[in-house]
């Protein structure tokens, strides 16, 4: 827990810009896992229990996840351009040289892709809710 | 590795040694790999589903129209909606195990006990659920 604390005051000071998306990383990726255990289970249901399968689908259709969809797409788009940087660099060791460019290239393609996706379905929630 | 009063630091160059941790090389390459895979596959799910469908428009008649009903043959296309969903199934939960297994080990590490039983209720809900969707994908949803 201690450990933990330090992380959160110290996180954003330590290495600077770098510490912080790999800390975004880490953040974003556990959400993803959360909804996706959620998610398969739902799913699964469509075989096992069709009612349940159904109750879970509603449930996504209540104001609470619509807005729970709009972090979940801010932590998809984010987590899979931050970690395609991540491995392209890895994978082309070549490639480190252009470390803080990749980093902005990739924060930027995340704001391209994210924002209207977020825009879009925030919009349909809007309109579905707000009649 | 010595430090300098100027603050440069110097390392001594050996060969590198032989890995003697297989499976951590492994996980770091699957890491990379699959999350290349899975940007590609869940992001056009992620897509096609809250933007092209709409979340408000799913319905349970949607999932027996792309899986097929449990118990008939399947067309082409519906085998090519589970092999999807397959994929990514086992990828992005092998993924996100190992994912956790690393943020775990970095803060609770230290403490065994914690470590254990958190990675084992992570582990066995992960598989648990895995395989409830694995057997719902190779039979198909019930119509009702």
Redesign the interface.
Known sequence: MEGLMTIVKEGWRYKGSGNVMWMAHRISGLGIMFFLILHVFGMSMSFFNPALHEIMLETYKTPLFAVGELGLAACLVFHSINGTRIALLELRPEWWLQQKKATQYSLVATVVIGVPMILIMAMASINHFVK | MTTQPLGRTIRTVKPIPQARNNFERTMWLF???S??A??LL??TH??YQ??IV???N???AQ??NN?GE?GKSINLGQFAWRAY?MAI?GL??LH??N??RQ?AWD?IG?NKTAYTVFMGIVVL??VI??I??T??LI??????
């Open positions: 890491m990379r790999y999350g290349l899975l940007t869940a992001l992620f897509g809250h933007i709409g979340t408000q799913i319905t349970t999932t027996v899986w449990a969903y199934l992005a939960m996100g195990m994912g956790v943020i803060y230290n809900l992960s659920v895995t409830l969707g057997l719902a039979f198909g949803a019930t119509a009702k």
